[in-house]
Nanobody, 124 residues
Framework: QLQVVESGGGLVQSGGSLRLSCAAS????????VGWFRQAPGMQREEIAC?????????YYADSVKGRFTISRDNTKNTMSLQMNSLKPEDTAVYYC????????????????WGRGTQVTVSS
């Protein structure tokens, strides 16, 4: 069964905003680093944001999204989110949430659970 489920993707105009959410159903998100990846057609899946395990205040953002995207989590609701502002056509991709057991970083090869993915399309 699915362990994490994304929601919130869709079509938006350039400059617009979207908020993606991810809910965990069978485990406490507080035990994991939480992250967001994306994959555009013909491209490798890339990490764009990560919130490490624990209260480290060491969130990671890829240069391509820094200052525009914000990752957050609510361990009481077992959810994580990605607020995306000032969207650009090059942000068009399938977005995946991911979790890594008690990790300081969201390394792709270490991901324990992936979401199924949600499409984000930004029109120019």
């Amino acid at each position: 069964q699915l362990q994490v489920v994304e929601s919130g993707g869709g079509l938006v105009q350039s400059g617009g905003s979207l908020r993606l959410s991810c809910a965990a159903s069978t485990f406490p998100l507080g035990d994991y680093a939480v992250g967001w990846f994306r994959q555009a057609p013909g491209m490798q899946r890339e990490e764009i944001a990560c919130m490490p395990y624990g209260d480290t205040d060491q969130d990671y953002y890829a240069d391509s999204v820094k200052g525009r995207f914000t990752i957050s989590r609510d361990n009481t609701k077992n959810t994580m989110s990605l607020q995306m502002n000032s969207l650009k056509p090059e942000d068009t991709a399938v977005y995946y949430c991911a979790v890594v057991w008690r990790a300081a970083a969201c390394v792709r090869t270490g991901v324990n659970y992936w979401g199924r993915g949600t499409q984000v399309t930004v029109s120019s």
